[in-house]
């Protein structure tokens, strides 16, 4: 037996006019209504939320994890030269604490996008070139939303690079449910000392994820390295624009509560990467700020003036509601001590990612496509 919104689809197919064929205002009812049970069950619930707090620290040290990630940031009086030395430390705990928020917020793909995730990665795909039977990277790759997209619209092959137990673990139960573990991985690993061998895949790429690398240059050699020469290398940045001012103390404040609510040793500047791909060796064939033209500004579902029902738990409303639906699983031991702070940094960077948007001192989306020469070029 069944019933609520899976009952509600099932009767709405059913529903037939006189004649006994089903009619199409019926059907295209049905339509919507399953596209939307599918954007709604594709999502965790509040309890999935709850009891994934923390990812693989023990229940009891969430809240002195909180602490300690917070003691990193500028926010806090941490410093940067700290988070670099410990990056592996504070990046892991942010996605331990974070990634049920973002699955309960975002879905399965942790990245912005002016419109649906999906576009966004197949443009991805596209600009790469892939062709089927490729041997594809992708390089920090959350619990692998990008790598089902990717592998499904180019029929690749897609081995998922990260460095969080965690999420790895999320991943494989999701590549599982969708029959892509057979042609899909993932690899538990650091992406500054990658464990493949030199010249490795057809094509890689990264989406807002080697801004967590404490050196982009040796980050960027290191996909260099394992990706095959006359390859393309494709990725979507976070960086603070040309329009940021280092002494002004109001830019100062955004790009703080930007590294704390996003788990990051630094925000490069535009230029930084650009220079970085070329020390490593890249050829570069085209880079561009995607937000700065974008028809549509991809800090929208963050933006408290802004509603919408399909991204309805970002907006000021599902936050509020999101808050004191965590105090409440907090206060009766659902979810772990701890989560309420968690909530909290991860407010403080949807202030900081709007205000930088408004400013226009942040993007979230400086793509490049660049090339690994061809051996006998270098
Ligand atoms: C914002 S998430 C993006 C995930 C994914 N690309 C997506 O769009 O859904 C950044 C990812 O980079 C991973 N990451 C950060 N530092 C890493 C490192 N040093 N080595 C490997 N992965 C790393 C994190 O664990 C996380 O999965």
Known sequence: MYSGPARAVDD???????????????????????????????????LD?????????????????????EQYHGYYGGEEKERKANYTDMVNKYYDLVTSFYEYGWGESFHFAPREHCLHEHFLALQLG?????????????????????????????????????QIARGQVLNRNTGLDKTCSFVKADFMKMPFPDNSFDAIYAIEATCHAPDPVGCYKEIYRVLKPGQCFAAYEWCMTNAFDIRNKEHQKIKAEIELGNGLPDVRATGQCLDALKQAGFEVIWDKDLAADSPIPWYLPLDKSHFSLSSFRLTAVGRFVTRNMVM???????????????????????????????????????????????????
């Not at 809240?63 to 990630?69: E, G, I, M, R």
């Not at 793509?367 to 051996?375: C, D, E, I, S, V």
Request: charge should be positive; proline fraction near 3%; charged fraction near 25%.
């Open 49 to 69: 939320l709850a009891t994934g707090v923390g990812g693989k620290i023990e229940k009891d040290d969430v809240l002195s994890a909180v602490q300690k990630y």
């Open 328 to 378: 409440a699983l907090e206060y009766t031991g659902l979810a772990p001590k701890g989560s309420q702070r968690v909530q909290a940094f991860l407010e403080k960077a949807a202030e900081g990612l709007v205000e930088g948007a408004r400013k226009e001192i942040f993007t979230p989306m400086y793509f490049f496509l660049a090339r690994k020469p061809h051996l006998d070029r270098q």
């Open 12 to 46: 709405l197919a059913n529903t037939r006019n006189r004649s006994g064929a089903p009619d199409l205002l019926s059907l295209s009812r049905w339509c919507i209504a399953v596209d939307y049970l599918g954007r709604v069950m594709s999502k965790a619930g509040a």
């Open 130 to 166: 892939l062709k089927a039977g490729q041997k594809v990277l992708d390089v920090g790759c959350g619990i692998g939303g990008p790598l089902r997209e990717i592998a499904q619209f180019s029929m690749t092959s897609v081995t998922g690079l990260n460095n969080n137990e965690y």
